[in-house]
Each structure stands twice: as structure tokens, then as C-alpha cells.
């Protein structure tokens, strides 16, 4: 097996994690204690906003009616496909019960979380999709409560095209504040919100951090980190049409990084030449964020066989896997580690971005060798029950006892014993009688 890495990534200077960490804490430990008041005074503080933290229904049909009716019809086409895709994974997860011996029933339920808070972030983009893909799937996962919150753009608050779409994927409320304060506002229950039993959604390393902390007594969907996407193309790939996708995913950020593996040289050496080329032709901060994504951690690897590649893959275990190759039905097979699959050439990851259907939320940073992306399951809990007649008490109590005895927990015995005498009982008493 040989790689050869026509571009290597030289990567970043170490993140200050522990600084983060830290200001997080305290954050957290002052929003816990002060509660709306100090999330205000926070909002007033990083955001620089005075208004109204609940955005009234009066503001959301307003914004709603500035919305072009052409951006509203797209919004609206992807929403469906979004709620669909996760309509039938829902459908998938199936109440059941099995008779495993006769008369021990066991069962599952799924059951709904009843409170989720859904993050969606702002700032230097309107991540309008990613108000779909978190509220639209806890909705159709059947959550009964989604509060919604993203930071505000200035003094004009949430972006009118943002509200339309949470308001469209189903929010019952929606919170006009971002970052640690907005995710404690709705870890915490404020602003008329009740304490979320699972926050989902993308944001900064703060709101990353701010979860990880509050992981426990609250679920998340993951612990995401910067988005990274890997290409894996052959001969039959076109350089131009790889070169764009990996520019359209490095524009996400200075720390997200793009990788590409493929077979052939000519491919590889057209695609270094035309992406900084193609970069330059973005708009000034996306630029700026897509020439350091790509300078300081973008690789290509040259590879022997298809065989590499898909090794090459499944180690990086990549948020984001795009395939333009031949053979689509065999990489679709053979391909074990990554967030979401794109197979083909038509089969972009800004599609998945935006409007496709299955969620954009996924696992980051290599994660993806354990779990997969945001869906209806991570609103479920898939929770068991059991009950035992008469029939089933004693094989039953008698394995559980002398199990229980080896293990030396003797309690565990005498609560098997119990009912193995109970069941005799009367059985002894229709003995006596006849005597």
C-alpha cells in the first residue's frame, strides 16, 4: 500500500483549548446562578443586542413577508426533502415486544425527548440550512418543545430568511441570542423556554465547549469540531469540477481542512494549480478563510489502486466523503468511516449543505469511525421493558440466582429465591389440605 503526498498540510498552531475551556466555565457557572438577567447582560456584551431576547410571533411574520417569494419556494423545496428524509428514518424505529420463553415478554419503546434546543449558528454566514436540518428533524422525531436560537446580525437581529426558515421547520419558540449565553438559555430554561433534554446544532468552539461541559445531566447530538471534507476521484474525474468542491468546502473556515486521494497524476497536479486560482475569485472574507484553509491543512495524496484510497479514507474517517470515480456500487460498499456519502460527480456536498435532505450535521474530526450525523434517533430514547408470568418465574429465578451467587451478590439471590418460593407455595398448601 503506498501514498504519495503531492501536498502535505503543515497545520496550525495548537488552539488555546484550555483558555477556551476556562472562559466557559466561568460563563456557565455565572448563567447557572444569575439566569436571564446575566444571559441579558452577556447578550448586551459579545452580541451588542438590547432587544427583545423571545422574538415575538408580530417580528417573525414580518420578517416572514420581506422574504423574496423565489428564496421562501427554495427554502421551502428543501425543507421538504429534509422532512421527509427524516419522516422515513423515523419510520424505521419500530416499538417491538418478542415472547422469549414462554411467558418472559420483553419489549422496546421509542420514546420522544420532550424538550430540545436547537443552536443555529450566524455570524460571518446566515446558516439558514442548518435551521432545517435541527429543528425540521426534532420535529419529525416527534419532540413535543424545540426552542431555536442563533446570535443576531446587528441591530436587525436574526437575519429575516433565518426566522422564516425556523419558523417553517416548526420552533416553537425561537431566542434572539448566540454563544454560551444562548445555549444556557436553553440548557437552563429561560426566556419561557423549558430545560432542553438534548441540545443539537453547530456553533463556534465556545458553543462546541459550552455543550461538551453540560454533557451529562443534558445529551448533544456530538462533540463537533471544524467541517472537513475528503474527494476520492480516478482518471474518469473532472479537475475542474474537484477543484471547485474542494474551494467550496475550505471556504467554511480557516481551520477546516480538504483532502483529496486519487489514482491519477494529471488530475492531481491540474487540481493544485487551479484552486488557489479559484479561490481568489471569492468574495473578500470567504477568501481570506479558503486561502489559510487550504495553505495550512489541505493534502493530496497520490494513490496505486482504488484499494488505497478507500484505506486512506476510512482512516481519515471524514465528515464529508465526495466519490468521482468508477464503480460507484462497489466504493458505496466497501467504504466504512465518514459523516455523509456523496457518490458521483453530480453528487456535490454543498447539495448535502443545503437542500438535499439527509442532515448536515455530522461528525467532525475523525469521529466518524464510531458514530454518524444528527438524525430523528438522537430525539429517541430507545428504552426497554419486561414482565414475567408464572410460567417463566422459575427457570427464570433459578439462572438469575446461581448467576447472582458466582457474582457474589447475594441480595440479587434472595430476590430470585424469594419468588421461586412464593411460586411454590401453593402447591404446598393443596399438599397439607389432602393430608
Given at each position: 500500500?503506498?501514498?504519495?503526498?503531492?501536498?502535505?498540510a503543515?497545520g496550525?498552531?495548537?488552539?488555546?483549548?484550555?483558555?477556551?475551556?476556562?472562559?466557559?466555565?466561568?460563563?456557565?457557572?455565572?448563567?447557572?446562578?444569575?439566569?436571564?438577567?446575566?444571559?441579558?447582560?452577556?447578550?448586551?456584551?459579545?452580541?451588542?443586542?438590547?432587544?427583545?431576547?423571545?422574538?415575538?410571533?408580530?417580528?417573525?411574520?414580518?420578517?416572514?413577508?420581506?422574504?423574496?417569494?423565489?428564496?421562501?419556494?427554495?427554502?421551502?423545496?428543501?425543507h421538504?426533502?429534509?422532512?421527509r428524509?427524516?419522516?422515513?428514518?423515523?419510520?424505521?424505529?419500530?416499538?417491538?415486544?418478542?415472547e422469549?420463553?414462554?411467558?418472559?415478554?420483553?419489549?422496546?419503546r421509542?420514546i420522544?425527548?420532550?424538550?430540545?434546543?436547537?443552536?443555529?449558528?450566524?455570524g460571518?454566514?446566515t446558516?439558514i440550512?442548518?435551521?432545517?436540518?435541527?429543528?425540521?428533524?426534532?420535529?419529525?422525531?416527534?419532540?413535543?418543545?424545540?426552542?431555536?436560537?442563533?446570535?443576531?446580525?446587528?441591530?436587525?437581529?436574526?437575519?429575516?430568511?433565518?426566522?422564516?426558515?425556523?419558523?417553517l421547520?416548526?420552533?416553537?419558540?425561537?431566542?434572539?441570542?448566540?454563544?454560551v449565553?444562548?445555549?444556557?438559555?436553553?440548557?437552563f430554561?429561560?426566556?419561557?423556554?423549558?430545560?432542553?433534554?438534548?441540545?443539537?446544532?453547530?456553533?463556534?468552539?465556545?458553543?462546541?465547549?459550552?455543550?461538551?461541559?453540560?454533557?451529562?445531566?443534558?445529551?448533544?447530538?456530538?462533540?463537533?469540531?471544524?467541517?472537513?471534507?475528503?474527494?476520492?476521484?480516478?482518471?474518469?474525474?473532472?479537475?475542474?469540477?474537484?477543484?471547485?468542491?474542494?474551494?467550496?468546502?475550505?471556504?467554511?473556515?480557516a481551520?477546516?481542512?480538504v483532502?483529496?486521494?486519487?489514482?491519477?497524476r494529471?488530475?492531481?497536479?491540474?487540481?493544485?494549480?487551479?484552486?488557489?486560482?479559484?479561490?481568489?475569485?471569492?468574495?473578500?472574507?470567504?477568501?481570506?478563510?479558503?486561502?489559510?484553509?487550504?495553505?495550512?491543512?489541505?493534502?493530496?495524496v497520490?494513490c496505486?489502486t482504488?484499494?488505497?484510497?478507500?484505506?486512506?479514507?476510512?482512516?481519515?474517517?471524514?465528515e464529508?466523503?465526495?466519490?468521482?470515480a468508477?464503480?460507484?456500487?462497489?466504493w458505496?460498499?466497501?467504504?466504512?468511516?465518514?459523516?455523509?456519502?456523496?457518490?458521483?460527480?453530480?453528487?456535490?456536498?454543498?447539495?448535502?449543505?443545503?437542500?438535499?435532505?439527509?442532515?448536515?450535521?455530522?461528525?467532525?474530526?475523525?469521529?466518524?469511525?464510531?458514530?454518524?450525523?444528527?438524525?430523528?434517533?438522537?430525539?429517541?430514547?430507545t428504552?426497554?421493558?419486561?414482565?414475567?408470568?408464572?410460567?417463566a418465574v422459575?427457570?427464570?429465578?433459578r439462572?438469575?440466582?446461581?448467576?447472582?451467587?458466582?457474582?457474589?451478590?447475594?441480595?440479587?439471590?434472595?430476590?430470585?429465591?424469594i419468588?421461586l418460593?412464593?411460586?411454590?407455595?401453593p402447591a404446598?398448601?393443596?399438599?397439607n389440605?389432602?393430608?
Amino acid at each position: 500500500m503506498t501514498f504519495t503526498h503531492l501536498k502535505t498540510a503543515p497545520g496550525q498552531p495548537p488552539q488555546t483549548a484550555a483558555d477556551i475551556a476556562d472562559t466557559v466555565q466561568v460563563m456557565l457557572g455565572r448563567l447557572r446562578t444569575g439566569g436571564a438577567q446575566t444571559a441579558l447582560e452577556y447578550a448586551r456584551q459579545l452580541d451588542g443586542w438590547t432587544g427583545e431576547i423571545a422574538v415575538p410571533g408580530a417580528t417573525i411574520e414580518a420578517a416572514i413577508a420581506r422574504v423574496p417569494q423565489d428564496l421562501r419556494d427554495h427554502i421551502r423545496w428543501a425543507h421538504d426533502n429534509i422532512s421527509r428524509f427524516a419522516a422515513a428514518q423515523r419510520a424505521t424505529a419500530q416499538d417491538m415486544q418478542i415472547e422469549l420463553r414462554p411467558g418472559l415478554i420483553a419489549g422496546q419503546r421509542q420514546i420522544p425527548v420532550q424538550a430540545a434546543g436547537c443552536y443555529v449558528p450566524g455570524g460571518r454566514y446566515t446558516h439558514i440550512a442548518s435551521a432545517l436540518m435541527s429543528i425540521s428533524t426534532a420535529r419529525e422525531a416527534g419532540v413535543p418543545d424545540i426552542t431555536a436560537c442563533s446570535p443576531p446580525n446587528g441591530a436587525a437581529g436574526i437575519p429575516d430568511a433565518m426566522l422564516y426558515a425556523m419558523h417553517l421547520a416548526g420552533a416553537t419558540r425561537i431566542l434572539c441570542i448566540g454563544g454560551v449565553q444562548g445555549i444556557a438559555a436553553m440548557a437552563f430554561g429561560m426566556f419561557g423556554a423549558p430545560a432542553a433534554d438534548i441540545l443539537v446544532g453547530p456553533g463556534n468552539a465556545y458553543v462546541a465547549e459550552a455543550k461538551r461541559q453540560l454533557f451529562g445531566p443534558i445529551g448533544i447530538d456530538m462533540f463537533a469540531g471544524p467541517t472537513d471534507s475528503l474527494i476520492l476521484a480516478d482518471h474518469t474525474a473532472d479537475a475542474e469540477v474537484v477543484a471547485v468542491d474542494l474551494v467550496s468546502q475550505a471556504e467554511h473556515g480557516a481551520n477546516s481542512p480538504v483532502w483529496l486521494a486519487t489514482t491519477d497524476r494529471t488530475l492531481a497536479d491540474t487540481v493544485m494549480s487551479r484552486v488557489p486560482e479559484l479561490i481568489e475569485t471569492l468574495p473578500g472574507p470567504n477568501r481570506a478563510a479558503a486561502t489559510r484553509a487550504w495553505a495550512d491543512l489541505a493534502e493530496i495524496v497520490l494513490c496505486d489502486t482504488p484499494e488505497d484510497m478507500a484505506h486512506y479514507a476510512d482512516a481519515k474517517a471524514p465528515e464529508h466523503l465526495q466519490v468521482m470515480a468508477q464503480n460507484l456500487d462497489w466504493w458505496r460498499e466497501r467504504l466504512t468511516a465518514y459523516g455523509s456519502l456523496f457518490l458521483g460527480e453530480n453528487t456535490t456536498v454543498s447539495f448535502g449543505d443545503k437542500a438535499s435532505g439527509p442532515n448536515h450535521v455530522l461528525p467532525t474530526s475523525g469521529a466518524a469511525r464510531y458514530t454518524g450525523g444528527l438524525s430523528v434517533h438522537k430525539f429517541l430514547k430507545t428504552v426497554t421493558w419486561q414482565t414475567v408470568s408464572d410460567d417463566a418465574v422459575a427457570d427464570l429465578a433459578r439462572a438469575t440466582a446461581a448467576i447472582s451467587r458466582a457474582e457474589r451478590m447475594e441480595g440479587h439471590a434472595l430476590a430470585a429465591d424469594i419468588r421461586l418460593d412464593k411460586l411454590a407455595r401453593p402447591a404446598k398448601l393443596t399438599a397439607n389440605s389432602k393430608g
